[in-house]
């Protein structure tokens, strides 16, 4: 059992590049999200999902984009990468109430130059 | 609106001796509240999860919080530190309605020494 994967655990870019992230989950949960770690900031929410076809903005989504076509994958794309976006990214899911802690992946870590 | 803040950004105990990390929240509604651990390039697990139902809740290696509605509080704790523990630990709230959205705390990092 998988559970939620990340690709690529590490990535550096150049200012401009775009990138996707990919995170696919083998749960069938119905909610995913994205969110970026940040020293001494704790986890921030960029876009989260809470189904197919249903994407919203989260805390921090400017510079990013989300699609959800499947239940399973929900990549977020970097449109333009500047150095402020350097960060770990974490991919979460969950069954989709508040009451279900949610499962992380174990991270991508961006670099931007 | 709802905000989590954890009091301490480091703690340091010596391993056997008791475990406290503080965790205050804030909530318009009737909580759901999570400790998450986070050890170095690992993405976060969960320690234990409170939602209404006993206040003293148990978790995963040893650690239990307790909720505490007129303090506003879930201070996580564990007897005896081991070692392993030593890792970055989350406090997390869920906000209420609809959505899962999680607002973390900015973290306490927890030191063992030997």
């Known amino acids: 059992n998988a559970g939620v994967t990340q690709t690529p655990k590490f990535q550096v870019l150049k200012t401009g590049q775009s990138m996707t992230l990919q995170c696919a989950q083998d749960m069938n949960h119905e909610y995913m999200s994205w969110y970026r770690q940040d020293p001494g900031m704790g986890l921030r929410l960029i876009h989260y999902s809470v189904g197919a076809g249903i994407t919203d903005q989260g805390e921090v989504p400017n510079g990013y984009n989300v699609s959800r076509s499947t239940t399973e994958d929900f990549p977020l794309r970097l449109l333009s990468a500047a150095p402020s976006q350097t960060s770990v990214y974490f991919c979460a899911s969950s069954p989709g109430t508040r009451f279900q802690p949610q499962h992380f992946g174990d991270g991508t870590r961006l670099s931007i130059l | ?114």
């Open chain 2, 1 to 114: 609106a709802q905000s989590v803040t954890q009091l301490d950004s480091h703690v340091s105990v010596s391993e056997g001796t008791p475990v406290l990390l503080r965790c205050n929240y804030s909530s318009s509604y009737s909580p759901s509240l999570f400790w998450y651990v986070q050890h170095p390039n690992k993405g976060l697990q969960l320690l234990l999860k409170y939602t209404s139902a006993a206040t003293l809740v148990k978790g995963i290696n040893g650690f239990e919080a307790e909720f505490k509605k007129s303090e506003t509080s879930f201070h996580l704790t564990k007897p005896s530190a081991h070692m392993s523990d030593a890792a970055e630990y989350f406090c997390v709230v869920t906000l209420g309605g609809a959505t899962n959205k999680l607002i973390f705390g900015t973290g306490t990092l927890l030191a063992v020494q030997p």
